[in-house]
């Protein structure tokens, strides 16, 4: 139960804090749409092309998602948890993404924590704790009938983070075991660029049941490349436009359309070959694996001013003195009066 309380106050939180950026960051896009030029009749060496105004962007949607293990396989450790916002900004949404790049843009702000098994007492050979913070610019659009994400993200570890810090004084408030020994051996405040596009391509199989195979590589942070696929039965993701999570692979909505509407059920999976990690350094005390596989699977219930998502997602090792993969539980939800 404490482990749970935990998991609703780190939301909280990050949420309060996260606000900001994306505020901003839809902000700043609202403000560079509005500094377009006047459109004004074609003149004697113009063509009407050349006189069509881009359309103003608008929020088209959000995104949230929470991560925890606790809600998984009842256990405290690895990926023990993280939260993700992202606030969609583009032209008035008609059910399909624009063929353009930068049409589409998501602000993200992403905050984990990475923990050894052990919080109190880390084994030698276990990974060290990383307080993990992004901030993130991506475009979502259309390329030859396939979906294309592509965008960079800031990434900050270590105590800059705040975010050992912030367990410490829940851990302590709530009276669980004291995690100093792995916070006093995290790794240093540094920054990183990590870029990420993903290529994937929607396949009905029939009214309700779609096929969508991806790929994606990962560079910076983590240096990957992976690929795998989802099958969705229902009508979710038909006019809406869905986000993909960083740890799990969960595809969540963010625009949701009528279209989406009722249940739906995904399952997936995929596999990686991992060349790099920041967190995983060669020459640390464990080593890296050099292929990650992941299954998932997700309910999904969407009514006219409301979604829930709840999921479950299976991680295998991700080093190689990691004793077992983890499961992680996943929760979406956005509810409108």
């Given at each position: ?30 403000d560079a749409a509005r500094s377009q030029p006047a459109i004004s009749p ?183 490349a992976r690929a795998g696929v989802d099958v969705t039965l229902g009508n ?102």
């Open positions: 139960m404490a482990r749970r309380m935990f998991g609703y106050v780190f939301t909280a939180a990050l949420a309060s804090f996260a606000a900001t950026f994306v505020a901003c960051g839809g902000a700043w896009a609202q074609p003149g004697p060496n113009q063509t009407a092309e050349q006189t069509i105004q881009q359309p103003a962007r608008e929020t088209i949607g959000w995104g949230r998602f929470f991560n925890n293990d606790y809600i998984g396989d009842r256990k405290d450790r690895w990926h023990s948890s993280s939260y993700t916002i992202s606030r969609l900004r583009g032209p008035e949404w008609t059910g399909s993404l624009p063929n353009r790049i930068g049409q589409v843009l998501e602000f993200r702000f992403r905050a984990e924590n990475v923990t050894p098994e052990d919080l109190a007492a880390p084994a030698a050979q276990d990974r060290r704790y990383a307080g993990v913070m992004s901030f993130g610019y991506h475009s979502h659009s259309k390329w030859r009938e396939n979906e294309l994400s592509i965008g960079t993200d800031l990434v900050l570890i270590g105590p800059q983070t705040g975010l050992s810090a912030f367990q410490d004084t829940v851990h302590d408030f709530l009276g669980l075991p004291d995690g100093a020994p792995s916070y006093n051996a995290q790794f240093a405040n540094a920054t990183h660029l990590s870029g990420t596009a993903e290529l994937g391509r929607q396949i009905p199989l029939g009214n309700r049941l779609t096929l969508r195979p991806f790929v994606e590589g990962q560079v910076g942070f983590e240096t990957m979710l993701a038909k006019d809406g436009l869905m986000l993909r999570d960083v740890n799990t692979g969960q595809r969540y909505s963010a625009v949701q359309g009528p279209l989406g509407r009722g249940l739906s059920l995904t399952v997936g999976g995929d596999v990686a070959r991992v060349a790099s990690s920041v967190l995983l350094p060669d020459g640390g005390s464990v080593t890296a694996s050099p292929t990650r596989a992941r299954l998932r699977a997700g309910l999904n219930w969407q009514g006219e001013n409301s979604f829930v998502f709840l999921g479950a997602t299976y991680l295998s090792p991700e080093f190689e003195e990691q004793r077992e993969g983890q499961t992680i539980g996943s929760l979406s939800l956005l509810v409108r009066f």
